[in-house]
């Protein structure tokens, strides 16, 4: 079936790195996303991995790719108050993207 | 450039009063969603139109229609709304339906109570 399930908050200090974990069920997925979400707005789209690749790299973004396990994390270095938003991540299946519940991190000064 | 645009941005209606939330994009992306928001559920699919012409029922289709226009507008109707209709909803849109390779592009939602 198709599931994506994240934990639903993460607190962090400025200036720590934030590590958001994800886990998804349909291995045959091709993409797999992580959005952003600030107060009051609608997503956007952060940064995305190719299920062929393990890693990618996007400045203070990483995302790491564990298919054998189906999990997906995000680690955001350096982190900003202005970080504060809800992530969440996303499958792509079959022309649809499927969410998980978001989780809301809290950048503490 | 504008992406996609919602209106209205706020709406208040009674129980069983009927609205349509309006979407239109200016990419000239092929597929358009429909998603509803609640607390610690994420985003849940409604309906979705892979091309013009064409709609799908997505995870929670009841008590929602949609017409999709032309290939810019996608709309999302409540015929008769109800309380646990009461969420926030984003309309969305995306240039393929096969290798989603850039994600989708949000609106910035609709916030709906219904009392």
């Known amino acids: 079936g198709e599931d994506v399930e994240q934990s639903l908050f993460l607190s962090v200090r400025e200036g720590d790195s934030s590590v958001i974990n994800c886990t998804y069920t349909?291995?045959?997925?091709?993409?797999l996303y992580w959005y952003k979400q600030e107060p009051g707005a609608g997503l956007q789209l952060l940064t995305y991995i190719f299920s062929n690749m393990d890693m990618k790299q996007d400045q203070r973004l990483t995302v790491l790719l564990n298919k054998k396990d189906k999990h997906l994390s995000l680690r955001i270095a350096d982190t900003q108050t202005g970080d504060s938003a809800i992530y969440f991540c996303?499958?792509?299946?079959?022309?649809?993207?499927?969410f998980g519940q978001g989780t809301t991190l809290q950048v503490k000064p | 450039n504008a992406g996609v645009t919602q209106t209205p941005k706020f709406q208040v209606l009674k129980t069983g009063q009927s609205m349509t939330l309006q979407c239109a994009q200016d990419?000239?992306?092929?597929?358009m969603y429909w998603y509803r928001q609640d607390p610690g559920m994420g985003l849940r699919l409604i309906y979705y139109?892979?091309?013009?012409?064409?709609?799908d029922k997505g995870e929670v289709p009841n008590g929602y229609n949609v017409s999709r226009l032309n290939k810019r507008e996608f709309s999302l109707r409540l015929e008769s709304a109800a309380p646990s209709q009461t969420s926030v909803y984003f309309c969305?849109?995306?240039?393929?339906?096969?290798?989603?390779?850039?994600?989708?592009?949000f609106g910035s939602g609709t916030r709906l109570t219904v009392v």
């Open positions: 990419m000239n992306h092929n597929s």
């Open positions: 996303a499958e792509s299946l079959t022309g649809k993207l499927i």
């Open positions: 349909d291995s045959s997925s091709t993409y």
């Open positions: 139109s892979a091309s013009e012409g064409t709609t």
């Open positions: 969305a849109s995306s240039d393929r339906t096969g290798a989603l390779t850039y994600g989708y592009t």
